[in-house]
T-cell receptor
Framework: GQSLEQPSEVTAVEGAIVQINCTYQ??????LSWYQQHDGGAPTFLSY????GLEETGRFSSFLSRSDSYGYLLLQELQMKDSASYFC???????????FGTGTRLTVIP | DAGVTQSPTHLIKTRGQHVTLRCSPI?????VSWYQQVLGQGPQFIFQ???????GRGNFPDRFSARQFPNYSSELNVNALLLGDSALYLC??????????????FGSGTQLSVL
């Protein structure tokens, strides 16, 4: 079977740094994506890792360790508008779909 | 440029009825995927179409079907609705090859409630 596990909820203070973890068990794993979804909104792409290491895009960074079947999303300089759900999603060799994790609801407090 | 558009935004049906959901991809995108998102969970893959051909199907019953038209828009059909079909149905488009490694652009979804 396949699974991607994330913490269900995380709370952090405005201006701080938060890390959202994702551990996966996926046959034929190829890469890991991260999506943000505000309540009532569309999931929007944040980052993608196919190789081990850190990818940085502005305030967001994503990390992948294939040997540990683990990745994380790092959000820096948190803003109130970052309050949303965050999903990791795996893609597999030979497949054309994403397999999404359970999602982490981030709440940013003043 | 317009993003992925879905219609209707909300829909209420009763058990046993049939529903058709529509999606227009970003202009120039040839791939459309459908996902079901139950409240509090991540999106779950239903179908992917590329150049009007089915490229992938998730673990959903035959009551679910889809098609893609020559203009790359798509319809998702669900027959014999069950209470458990209540969910947000998301459409995503991507451009070049339809592979999962391409960045996908999601619409805001159709919220289906089955009573």
């Amino acid at each position: 079977g396949q699974s991607l596990e994330q913490p269900s909820e995380v709370t952090a203070v405005e201006g701080a740094i938060v890390q959202i973890n994702c551990t996966y068990q996926t046959s034929g794993f190829y890469g890991l994506s991260w999506y943000q979804q505000h309540d009532g909104g569309a999931p929007t792409f944040l980052s993608y890792n196919a190789l081990d290491g850190l990818e940085e895009t502005g305030r967001f960074s994503s990390f992948l360790s294939r040997s540990d079947s683990y990745g994380y999303l790092l959000l820096q300089e948190l803003q109130m508008k970052d309050s949303a759900s965050y999903f990791c999603a795996a893609d597999q060799t030979g497949a054309n779909n994403l397999f999404f994790g359970t999602g982490t609801r981030l709440t940013v407090i003043p | 440029d317009a993003g992925v558009t879905q219609s209707p935004t909300h829909l209420i049906k009763t058990r046993g009825q049939h529903v058709t959901l529509r999606c227009s991809p970003i202009s120039g995108h040839k791939s459309v995927s459908w996902y079901q998102q139950v409240l509090g969970q991540g999106p779950q893959f239903i179908f992917q179409y590329y150049e009007k051909e089915e490229r992938g199907r998730g673990n959903f019953p035959d009551r679910f079907s889809a098609r893609q038209f020559p203009n790359y828009s798509s319809e998702l059909n669900v027959n014999a609705l069950l209470l458990g079909d209540s969910a947000l149905y998301l459409c995503a488009s991507s451009g070049k090859t339809g592979g999962a490694r391409e960045r996908m652009f999601f619409g805001s979804g159709t919220q289906l409630s089955v009573l």
